[in-house]
């Protein structure tokens, strides 16, 4: 029966379908300059002892799941033998991150400061938001499709309706605004 499909498929809650284990090295570079003009003419010099560089290793992982709080009767339809679920859309999440501090490396010039914990936070932060940024390109939001239908199928196939009568769709194709972080 339909109320009994839909109970074992809330059962389920949230259906964790793709998970990506991503690493990235956060770079930046910069260099003190002598600006200024001269006889009408700018000039910008690099200083030769006053560039630093840091490069800093982050781990991150990122989860695709199907939250089925709110599936109800009406994410489902029957034709006889032919049955439709309307899944709800996956959601992103970056579950994790980590910066390997023991595997940063930085040079740092004579003439210039160690990089503050303030400016380590903000290349942090960067880095984050650059991994959110690609998450659309990984393909997690299909592979979460792909896993939850496989993960369903067998599971409408034991309620007795044959494979080929079982259509697994989404409502709507994703945007980056779509795409949470925790």
Do not use: W
Not at 45 to 70: E, H, N, Q, S, W
Not at 136 to 153: D, M
């Amino acid at each position: 029966t339909i109320p009994l499909m839909v109970t074992q498929i809330q059962r389920c809650s949230r259906l964790y379908t793709a998970e990506y284990r991503l690493h990235k090295i956060i770079t930046h570079d910069d260099t003190k300059k002598l600006e200024g003009s001269f006889m009408s003419k700018k000039f910008s010099i690099d200083l030769p002892l006053g560039r630093r560089k840091i490069a800093l290793p982050m781990d991150a992982t990122v989860k695709a799941y199907i939250d089925f709080g709110d599936f109800s009767e009406k994410n489902l339809h029957r034709k006889g033998n032919h049955i439709e679920v309307i899944l709800p859309d996956p959601k992103v999440v970056i579950t994790s991150t980590k910066v390997d501090h023991e595997g940063a490396r930085q040079y740092i010039a004579l003439t210039r400061s160690r990089f503050t914990d303030e400016e380590l936070s903000s290349y942090e932060q960067q880095g984050r938001a650059q991994i959110v940024k690609a998450i659309p390109q990984l393909g997690i939001v299909e592979t979460a499709r792909t896993s939850a239908a496989s993960i369903l199928i067998p599971m409408l196939e034991q309620m007795g309706y044959p494979r080929e009568n079982i259509q697994i769709t989404f409502r709507k194709d994703f945007t980056l605004g779509d795409i949470l972080q925790r």
